[in-house]
């Protein structure tokens, strides 16, 4: 299989933050990476290989080198594990005209109208009722199959949809999930079965979770659910130039980052992969890339190690990060949209991405690291910044080297559709990618 093959294999299993995380690990023990506790001692080894799992949706994974881990340098790849989606609020339950919907807010920056008429599951994580207060039981759960959707109007009763219509996110966007028990008996069946309708269409999709999960409603205290689109991902065009695909944003760094981290080659120095949450929102979490869990996790290595903090300090002096994070393709109609000469095209190689006003991090010394580093490895690669009248987000990039006072360079594989229900990528990129990856954590 190729890493595109794989990539989209583990888009289908990356349907939540918590899952993500999840996946990531999976991979990490079969590479015989050994988890670690934050509650624990570490004993820290050569050649050891560890990971973390950082309030269930932000992983920390590293490996010390076999011959000396305090002699080389300190390498971090970083990615995030959240994408644009709908969240589904505390009393999920609406009931509209007969139909039972899923009251939701959007999280992050979705194209609202591509998650119209889509089929949709839900995925993420249940806090359940224990017997110790200060522990709830965490579960994850995943649907597995298409339980809603938000379908549009008709034509005939909207006429003017295709001149632009913007969705109101409370009322427009909300997912039906059936039709409530009460919708279609009659009046006299309704009133022979009163009290009962009326608990069963109140709580309509609170008892279906209680009933995926096995467990009384009352014993669910919380959760964090996403509603993703579950349309499997997929090759397109006349040779498969493209993959289509849900979560492209970001689970294509996630996969690259775990590919370069367990397969890397290096003896000496340290390997750092970090799949942060929260991105979408803004980082500034206590597991996003705003916080000092990261910085933390670095000087408890070195520590473990047996490192004076004098030589944590040298390291991350000379350590270099990598942001690794969706980049704009080149859209063949909306060419003014663009720079006019630092633009990407879908499968021209890796997007390594640049601004002045530092919403990327990279900066000239660091740029010129990773230009030998692609070169080294033999990686095509297009520099990309943004056109000058316009601006076209940021990363975590910026972010967690005000944290981590370390050389970064924005990369990523370049997209269209970003942001959709699914979106667009060059189907070579991937493996453009996880080549970098794998040079940035080997060479020497």
């Known amino acids: 299989m190729t890493y595109s093959d794989k990539l989209i294999d583990f888009i289908k299993t990356a349907v939540s933050p918590f899952h ?105 994580r249940v806090a359940l009722r224990s017997d110790d207060v200060l522990h709830p039981r965490m579960i994850n759960i995943d649907i597995r199959r298409p339980v809603m959707t938000i379908p549009n109007v008709a034509i005939h009763i909207n006429r003017e949809i295709n001149k632009g219509y913007e969705l109101n996110k409370q009322k427009e966007m909300l997912p039906i999930s059936g039709i409530l028990p009460s919708a279609l008996l009659s009046d006299d069946e309704k009133e022979e079965k009163s009290a009962e309708l009326k608990k069963q269409d109140r709580d309509y999709f609170m008892n279906f979770l209680a009933a995926e999960l096995g467990v009384e409603k009352k014993d669910i205290l919380s959760f964090e659910l996403c509603v993703y689109n579950c349309e499997q991902g997929c090759y397109l065009g006349i040779n498969n130039d493209f993959i289509s695909a849900p979560r492209l944003d970001n689970m294509t760094s996630v996969f690259s980052d775990l590919v370069g981290i367990t397969e890397a080659s290096r003896d000496t120095g340290i390997n750092i992969m970090a799949a942060f949450d929260h991105e979408e929102i803004g980082s500034r979490t206590k597991q996003g890339a705003g916080s000092m869990a990261l910085s933390h996790l670095v000087q408890r290595i070195y520590e473990a190690l047996g490192a004076k903090e004098s030589l944590y300090m040298e390291k991350l002096s000379q350590g270099l990060m990598l942001s690794v994070d969706v980049g704009h393709a080149y859209h063949p109609y909306m060419g003014n949209k663009y720079d006019p000469v630092n633009k990407a095209l879908l499968n021209s190689g890796v997007s390594v991405k640049e601004a002045a006003a530092q919403s990327y991090a990279t900066d000239s010394e660091a740029l010129a690291v990773i230009k030998q580093m692609l070169d080294h490895g033999s990686v095509p690669y297009k520099e990309f910044v943004n056109r000058s009248d316009g601006t076209s987000g940021s990363t975590l990039g910026s972010i967690a080297s005000s944290f981590l006072p370390m050389l970064t360079v924005d990369v990523g594989v370049p997209l269209l559709a970003m942001h959709s229900a699914r979106e667009l990528m060059g189907s070579k990129d991937e493996e453009y990618l996880c080549m970098l990856l794998k040079t940035f954590y080997s060479v020497e």
Do not use: M, Q
Not at 30 to 37: A, C, H, I, N, V
Not at 54 to 69: I, N
Not at 96 to 118: H, K, P, Q
């Open 20 to 124: 993500a995380v999840e996946a990531a690990a999976g991979e990490l023990k079969k590479e015989g990476f050994k988890e670690l506790f934050y509650n624990d001692e570490w004993k820290l080894k050569k050649g050891g290989k560890y990971y973390i799992k950082h309030h269930g949706s932000t992983l920390f994974a590293f490996a010390a080198g076999k011959k000396d881990p305090l002699k080389g340098d300190l390498r971090i790849a970083t990615a995030h594990t959240d994408f644009p989606c709908l969240r589904i609020k505390t009393n999920p339950d609406i009931r509209s005209d007969g139909y039972a919907s899923v009251n939701i807010e959007v999280y992050g920056g979705a194209i609202l109208n591509t998650w119209l008429d889509r089929p949709l599951s839900v995925a993420g």
